[in-house]
Structures are given as C-alpha cells and as structure tokens.
T-cell receptor
Framework: EPEVTQTPSHQVTQMGQEVILRCVPISNHLYFYWYRQILGQKVEFLVS????????KSEIFDDQFSVERPDGSNFTLKIRSTKLEDSAMYFC????????????FGPGTRLTVL | DAKTTQPTSMDCAEGRAANLPCNHSTISGNEYVYWYRQIHSQGPQYIIHGLKNNETNEMASLIITEDRKSSTLILPHATLRDTAVYYC????????????FGPGTRLSVLP
C-alpha cells in the first residue's frame, strides 16, 4: 500500500541553523500539507500546497518557513533560522484531488533544536 | 468549522467493542465527520469518514445520529494495538482544506 515517507526521522540542530525536512507524498496525490506537534500538545496545521503554490497557511507559518516541491516526488519544509520553540514532530500529509479529503500522514520527523 | 467535543479518556477491555463518542452539534449540512488516530507520536492514521449514513470499513464503523449532531466510532474487537488518541474532525469535503485537530480521546485498551 502506498505511503507517505519522511526523512530524516530525527534531526538535531543548533539554534539559528537552517533545516530542511523532506517528504515523499503518495505518487498520484495532488494536495500536500505540513503539520507539527509540539511534545504533549495538539497536532497543528502549518501549510497546504497545491499546483505549485501555497493554498493556505496558519499563523505559525511565518517568514522563517518555506515549502517547495523541487521535483515531481519531493515536498520539503525549510526552516531558515531555527528557534528552540521549533522543536517538535513535523508531519507531512497528502491527498488526492477531487472530492476525497482523506489526508494520509507520514511517520514524522522529530526536530530537536539545541 | 463545527467544533467537536470528545471525552478526554476512555478504557476498554481487550476483545470488547470500543465505542468512542463525539459531539458536533453545530455541524452544517455539507460537513463530513472524519476519524483519525495517533499511536504514540506516529503520524495520524485515517480511520473512516461519513456524512449522514453509517459507514463501515475494515478498521471500524461510524454511526452518525439522524440529526447529525453526534457520532460514535466503533472498534468492534479492540486489541492492545488500538491504544491511541482518537480524533473526531468535522470538515467540508474537498477543496484541499486542512484538518483542525482537537485534543481527542485517549483510548486505553486493557488486557
């Protein structure tokens, strides 16, 4: 069964450094999402992406964040200058087009900012 | 989006049916009810969704009341691996919209 994959599973970085989190959505999916979950808290929406542009973003997704679909398979989340409070699990999700809204989530990347 | 209310936690004996309730009294006519679960810190896993008819798949059944103000997710024979946080989300179908996750119900399946 097709799955969303994410790399790396765990990323440790120093405050102020740039990180890129990578996702490979399910191959025939058209809508892509990033969510995050700070330890012990709710899953929070960051951004959605369709047709090579951002379709929706939350207040969390400020100028430090960017997303890109550099080729036909990868979907990346970049954090330009990480802060301690960016430490969280980051989940990528994707879904097909049309009228189906079930999003399928990847296993997540645990980002630890020191 | 309609707000959902779920119990904070529930216990269920292994092998018994787990019935997880969700209230969504402000749901509108074109909003679907989706259920996801999250085991430990893994990615949320899609379970089932429905509009007004009851739905069943290999994982669970979804019972939606006639007035659509509440629903129940049923895991017919809970196993220890069903221990997770279960999220009930109400959303309009389609249009690429994101999901808004609440705190969910922490289900503990006990041996």
């Amino acid at each position: 069964e097709p799955e969303v994959t994410q790399t790396p599973s765990h990323q440790v970085t120093q405050m102020g450094q740039e990180v890129i989190l990578r996702c490979v959505p399910i191959s025939n999916h058209l809508y892509f999402y990033w969510y995050r979950q700070i330890l012990g808290q709710k899953v929070e929406f960051l951004v959605s992406f369709y047709n090579n542009e951002i379709s929706e973003k939350s207040e969390i997704f400020d100028d430090q964040f960017s997303v890109e679909r550099p080729d036909g398979s990868n979907f990346t989340l970049k954090i330009r200058s990480t802060k301690l409070e960016d430490s969280a699990m980051y989940f990528c999700a994707s879904r097909t087009g049309g009228n189906y809204n079930e999003q399928f989530f990847g296993p997540g990347t645990r980002l630890t900012v020191l | 989006d309609a707000k959902t209310t779920q119990p904070t936690s529930m216990d269920c004996a292994e092998g018994r049916a787990a019935n997880l309730p969700c209230n969504h009294s402000t749901i509108s006519g074109n909003e679907y009810v989706y259920w996801y679960r999250q085991i430990h810190s893994q990615g949320p896993q899609y379970i089932i969704h429905g509009l007004k008819n009851n739905e069943t798949n290999e994982m669970a059944s979804l019972i939606i009341t006639e007035d659509r103000k509440s629903s129940t997710l049923i895991l017919p024979h809970a196993t220890l691996r069903d221990t997770a946080v279960y999220y009930c989300i109400v959303r309009v179908k389609g249009y690429g919209q994101n999901f808004v996750f609440g705190p969910g119900t922490r289900l503990s399946v006990l041996p």
